[in-house]
């Protein structure tokens, strides 16, 4: 069993950075594929950014490249989304998760393809 606890959200205004940390609990957070996904209110949740086990592969949504930035701290069981520039269009809830498995794959944008979710944290930015 994996639990997952989002911190560092808050309301920021437009233009400045947020870091969002995800503490996992267990022994197979190394062995994970871990991402970010937020969801605004009334809308689907959405792919933010991935990486992988070992942190060598990441991959982001378009509308972050370049502003975002994941990684990850396996000896601390912590993955963070560093959030620059940030945008009015950036408020949601973010939400960690994990994927036991030694491969991104092909759908690593899905919230199917991951076992694991934290509880979220609001992330406001105001225009």
């Known amino acids: 069993q994996v639990q997952l606890v989002e911190s560092g959200g808050g309301l920021v205004q437009a233009g400045d950075s947020l870091r969002l940390s995800c503490a996992a609990s267990?022994?197979?957070?190394?062995?994970?594929?871990m991402g970010w996904f937020r969801q605004a209110p009334g809308k689907e949740r959405e792919f933010v950014a991935a990486i992988s086990q070992s942190g060598a592969n990441t991959y982001y949504v378009d509308s972050v490249k370049g502003r975002f930035t994941i990684s990850r701290d396996n000896a601390k069981n912590t993955v963070y989304l560093q959030m620059n520039s940030l945008k009015a269009e950036d408020t949601a809830v973010y939400f960690c998760?994990?994927?036991?498995?030694?491969?991104?794959?092909?759908?690593?944008?899905?919230?199917?393809?991951?076992?694991?979710w934290g509880q979220g944290t609001q992330v406001t930015v105001s225009s």
């Open positions: 267990g022994r197979i957070f190394s062995n994970s594929v």
């Open positions: 998760a994990a994927r036991p498995s030694r491969f991104v794959g092909a759908y690593y944008t899905s919230p199917t393809a991951y076992d694991y």
